[in-house]
């Protein structure tokens, strides 16, 4: 009897090796089928079954190994995450080509579960279709109503930088993390723009606001956002930080209603003071029309569209820009002579001061061309079969814009990896724009913040310039590390900054 219970066993236990061994096999050539590369699609590294190369991304320093890939399979090339194909261009003109030449084919957001979880196709950043055009149409009016128009936000954003060097100023120029005085100043410029009203750097509701979006914004870049992306039902299932981000951001967005809610109140259609009047001006005008995209639950996501897009990259740049200047004293000197013989120490600048100031404009510059604090930009889809680089691209594939690769491109600029400005000066001294310079990305998806953010910096900068100076505390060395993240951030640092 034991004799036929072990003949049993073993062929029972054979028969389950078997039939594993056959489901994995199965599984794999299900997979090689349904995922192998469509014909006259560009190269690229082997994909893994299931994962795809997931783990030939690097979360640490995604555009340098994008850039190293290039080298092998070319400035086009594709990836595979999960089941999802994705063309990564790298180099100047493969961004042209695909941005730009090829841009009505490339407008569209890719459908990513997180993002349809947090904004249901809602908003400015990752809509598409009717919704994208008309609230990027209305943004950009508005933007430019406030920044340049009669509203002009320049006394606002002069004003915000009072505050902030008066906080400055309480620091005596002892070693300081200048994260949160800046983070709070630029943020303020989006309060005064969407809300028509400023907080108090200490204000228990604004500091609330600013840790939410830098817990949200963290997981967001985190491998579990690209895991929750690529492997959506699995992760739905699996504990970690992407369970929490949609609970953030509806806390964001409770902040935001509230706001709404008082606006409703005091609503006077005659008197817009600020975003919100106008786009609640924008609902009741586009009521009877039956392609209607505003009303309130876009509007909510708009204004968080503006936060993460307004705040988060000007207050990165800021924070590379102090690094710099204290990294290169003799560029520091050079421009506050500059600002000093233009400015002087106690008139306010402004922005008809830009063109009188071409070293500190291409100081500026260069902070953002070495910064390169949205490295990928964000990703772009296929609308339809695209030719590019001589490969064909199917329909509803993620496109991966590598714009370290054109920032640091050694056929568009004399010394890619050293801090110059002289890459944005002519012979002449003056200032010289420069065709591959695209930090806030290119094409019909550019950044609709793009005119703001250039006003700030030349504002906030000038301003820190003709009033402070930056050093490291003694002893220490500049370290320029980044962290990746939604931007390329400077690892946290102290830095002295001392009233002139």
Known sequence: MNLFFSLFGFFVD?????????AVVFIITADYVKNRRPLGFPPGPRALPIVGNIFTWDQSKPHEKLIELARTYGDVYSLRFGQNWAVVLNGFDALKEGLVVNGDSMVDRPELALQDEIGGGLGVIFSNGNIWKQQRRFALSTLKYFGFGKKSLEPVILDEFTHCAEEIR?????????HLVINNAVSNIICQLVFGHRFEYGDEKFMKLMLL???????EASIWAQLYNSFTLLMRLLPGPHQTVKQIWDDV?????????????NWDPSNSKDYIDCYLQEIETNKPQNDNTFDEENLIMCVLDLFVAGSETTSTTLRWAFLYMAKYPEIQEKVQAEIDRVIGQSRQLSMEDRTNLPYTDAVIHEILRMGNIA????PHSTNKEVQLGGYTIPKKVLIIPNIASVLFDRKEWETPFTFNPGHFLNEEGKFAKKTAFIPFSAGKRVCLGENLARMELFLFFTSFMQHFTFSMPAGVKVVMDYRAGVTLAPKPYEICITPR
Do not use: C, T
Not at 170 to 178: E, I, Q, R, S, T
Not at 213 to 219: E, G, H, S
Not at 253 to 265: A, S
Not at 375 to 378: D, E, F, K, T
């Open 14 to 22: 054979w028969d389950l090796k078997s039939l594993l061994l056959f």
């Open 170 to 178: 309480g620091y005596k120029g002892k070693p300081v993390n200048p």
């Open 213 to 219: 979006f830098d817990k949200a914004l963290q997981i």
């Open 253 to 265: 967005k409770k902040f935001i209603r509230e706001e709404l809610n008082q606006h409703k109140k």
């Open 375 to 378: 490295p990928l930009a964000l």
